[in-house]
């Protein structure tokens, strides 16, 4: 059986009592350097998650058999390793445990319902922001080549005037969580937010 688990925005805190429950009867932990060092003591073999998916899935094929967890940030399903799986094995010897995504995280922090939210990512991917941007409630994972300050250039770019809530390090003890203006961001362009969630706004957040 392969059971892909969500394990959070990254602190322990965060992580399901079904998450912890079946890396505890995992065989075999499947994760990023960042993922597996979360379960130091993890008695099982690991195997470490890298960026060629296609070796991935045919381990996968010729070990489903074996009681394999694949870790997964956030949630599996929220532009995440889940799809690619459920993808390949066609939901066959497969089981998601869901996790609480960053984006989540971020708006429950800041007490922003999510009933009318766009929930994207910009992971491996160029967001359609003359699309995106029509929106009044936005909230994105991004990475390394679209993040805040290329998001804020978007936005400015376009003539909108918003409001972006920046999480960075989210539920770690390096969290912070700061509220600006797109021209501000685009300002402090020189500010690393390492691992981050964005919210997009029309107005500031209540």
């Known amino acids: 059986m392969i059971t892909v688990v969500g394990i959070g925005p990254g602190a322990a805190a965060n992580q399901t009592l079904a998450a912890l429950e079946a ?7 499947v994760g990023g350097k960042r993922h597996l060092a979360e379960f130091p003591h993890f ?4 195997r470490r998650l890298d960026a060629d998916v ?3 899935m045919q381990w996968l094929e010729q070990n489903q058999h074996r009681q394999i967890i694949v870790l997964a940030s956030g949630d599996p399903l929220f532009y995440g ?22 984006i989540q995280y971020l708006c429950a922090q800041i007490l922003l319902d999510m009933n009318d939210i766009y929930l994207t990512s910009s992971h491996g991917r160029k967001p359609d922001f003359d699309w995106l941007l029509q929106h009044e409630k936005i909230a994105m994972v991004t990475d390394d080549a679209i993040g805040p300050y290329q ?3 978007e936005i400015l770019a376009r003539g909108q ?24 961001v685009v300002q402090r362009g020189d500010i690393d937010y390492g691992l981050n ?6 107005g500031e957040p209540e």
């Open 43 to 46: 008695n099982g073999k690991t």
């Open 197 to 202: 969630a964005v919210v997009i706004l029309n």
């Open 81 to 102: 390793i889940g799809k690619r799986i459920t993808e390949h094995f066609f939901g066959q010897n497969i089981r998601i445990i869901s996790g609480i995504s960053s």
């Open 151 to 153: 998001i804020a250039q």
């Open 161 to 184: 005037q918003r409001h972006m809530v920046i999480g960075k390090n989210l539920s770690h003890e390096q969290e912070q969580i700061i509220c600006l203006q797109a021209e501000q």
């Open 54 to 56: 296609d070796g991935l």
């Open 23 to 29: 890396i505890r009867q995992a065989e075999v932990l």
